[in-house]
């Protein structure tokens, strides 16, 4: 069992869908990510939140908007996305303040756009 | 341009013998490398760190080394195991205050009994 959770497992939207994915951690991490991975692809950023506030957004769609609305919980909030937004999307934490720190991730949610 | 290089896609080896996995870069000055593992349907998991003053280090049958003058990390899983199947990613966090990660293509190492 991994020590962030992300929910659902498994989403199946339409085009026109609005739709919320939800990752949640109580490792007392204050950063936490999201990545979004195409089959046999690395994990790609697309956002960082430290202490809550966002401190990096990779030129990501704004179809894509994230919310961080406590130190345990991250959102991803989801709008007209594409087709090729299909993706497993990954959320990570990890401490802040040292830079050597290994990022704990979520098993992902596995998003299909129809 | 920035580059992290994983040699290999795919590494099949015997049961029992070492696995050797290359990670090179380029453009990079990284503080410390990572090594992750990731399973099917899965998140990757974190294996090692290394920092860039230190050669090498060591973790049960895992050892990780590190060399900036080759700009390259070599991964190596002595006595594997078929449970030891799954794609091992090279991870590099770039230059002082970042903690952003960028990974590598991965390897995906299959241990046949």
């Known amino acids: 069992d991994t020590e962030v959770t992300q929910t659902p497992k498994h989403l199946v939207m339409g085009m026109t869908n609005k739709k919320s994915l939800k990752c949640e951690q109580h490792?007392?991490?204050?950063?936490m990510y999201w990545y979004k991975q195409k089959a046999k692809k690395p994990p790609e950023l697309m956002f960082v939140?430290?202490?809550?506030?966002?401190?990096i957004n990779e030129s990501v769609p704004s179809r894509f908007s994230p919310e961080c609305p406590n130190s345990s919980l991250l959102n991803l909030h989801l709008h007209a996305l594409q087709p090729e937004d299909s993706a497993l999307y990954l959320c990570?934490?990890?401490?802040?303040?040292?830079?050597?720190?290994?990022?704990?991730f979520g098993d992902g949610t596995r998003l299909s756009i129809l | 341009s920035q580059k992290i290089e994983q040699n290999s896609e795919a590494l099949n080896i015997q049961e029992g013998k070492t696995a050797t996995l290359t990670c090179n870069y380029t453009?990079?000055?990284?503080?410390?490398l990572q090594w992750y593992r990731q399973d099917p349907g899965r998140g990757p998991v974190f294996l090692l760190l290394?920092?860039?003053?230190?050669k090498e280090k060591r973790k049960e049958r895992l050892k990780v080394t590190f060399d900036t003058t080759l700009k390259q990390s070599l991964f190596h899983i002595t006595a594997s195991q078929p449970a030891d199947s799954a794609t091992y990613l090279c991870?590099?966090?770039?230059?002082?205050?970042?903690?952003?990660?960028?990974f590598g293509k991965g390897t995906k190492l299959s241990v046949i009994p």
């Open positions: 990570a934490s990890s401490q802040v303040g040292l830079r050597n720190q290994p990022q704990h």
């Open positions: 939140y430290s202490y809550e506030k966002l401190s």
């Open positions: 453009n990079y000055s990284p503080a410390y």
């Open positions: 290394i920092r860039e003053n230190e």
């Open positions: 991870a590099l966090v770039a230059g002082a205050g970042s903690y952003q990660l960028t």
């Open positions: 490792m007392g991490h204050r950063a």
